[in-house]
């Protein structure tokens, strides 16, 4: 007879084995997926607009090398070109806070509309380091309908290829029957579904995106039950 207790053990054992797999495999293969996988899903972060012709205050954070915020010794410098290659802001200082460096461009610098790129150079005693960012200036500080279209084929292509790779890591791990990466594929199904549920994807309509979500989920966690049901450590029980 099938009591409480031992589904909670059943649970428990799931939970443990599971962890255990994924501790035993290599490292250098799990680092390299999983920072594949938060590589594409963060590359293509939303782009900053700002509307015409009106003043910026423009932050961007700042670390040095221990990922503790840059002290004041360090010196940060802005550089900025519009869409015609103008340099509309050339390297001048910016100023530090505690968590951050911002400059404040001028609104007349922001009178023409188009994409405008910035260049943050960062320099202390012992390192130095720059960072580049596009933004757009726009007549009411909205994406224009060609950035917004662009973003949303980008967005969805970049949520496919991170479907198919996860679904090649699934098929990898039935091919060489290992339960580890059927498992981690499940993982990370689960983990696209939650980021979709919480970031959605572009402009489609959110009950579609909630509900593809919701069979990622669903998917991923199936697999993940499924792969260790289908372990030798579950069979031995």
């Known amino acids: 007879m099938v009591t409480l207790e031992y589904v909670h053990q059943q649970s428990l054992a799931l939970e443990l084995v599971l962890v255990d797999r994924l501790v035993k495999m290599k490292k250098t293969i799990i ?25 910026i205050d423009f932050k961007i954070p700042c670390f040095n090398s221990t990922n503790d915020f840059c002290p004041a010794t360090t010196d940060c410098t802005l550089t900025v070109t519009n869409q015609s290659l103008t340099i509309i802001i050339n390297n001048q200082n910016m100023t530090h806070n505690t968590s951050f460096y911002n400059y404040t461009i001028p609104a007349t610098n922001l009178s023409s509309l188009g994409e405008y790129k910035a260049t943050i150079q960062c320099t202390d005693v012992t390192e130095s380091g720059y960072y580049i960012v596009t933004f757009e200036v726009t007549e009411d500080g909205t994406p224009s309908a060609i950035k917004e279209t662009n973003r949303d084929i980008r967005e969805v292509g970049v949520t496919v290829l991170i479907i198919v790779f996860i679904l090649i890591l699934f098929i990898v791990g039935l091919y060489k029957e290992d339960p580890t990466l059927t498992a981690l594929s499940g993982l990370l199904f689960m983990a696209q579904g939650v980021f979709i549920a919480i970031n959605g994807i572009s402009t489609l309509n959110n009950s579609f995106v909630n509900g593809f979500a919701l069979l990622l989920i669903g998917l991923g966690a199936y697999i993940t039950i499924r792969s260790y049901i289908d372990s030798d450590e579950f069979q031995n029980m």
Request: glycine share 0%; aromatic share 16%.
């Open 31 to 55: 680092i390299t997926m999983l920072m594949v996988y938060l590589l594409v899903n963060l590359v293509f972060a939303a782009d900053f607009v700002f509307k015409q012709s009106t003043e």
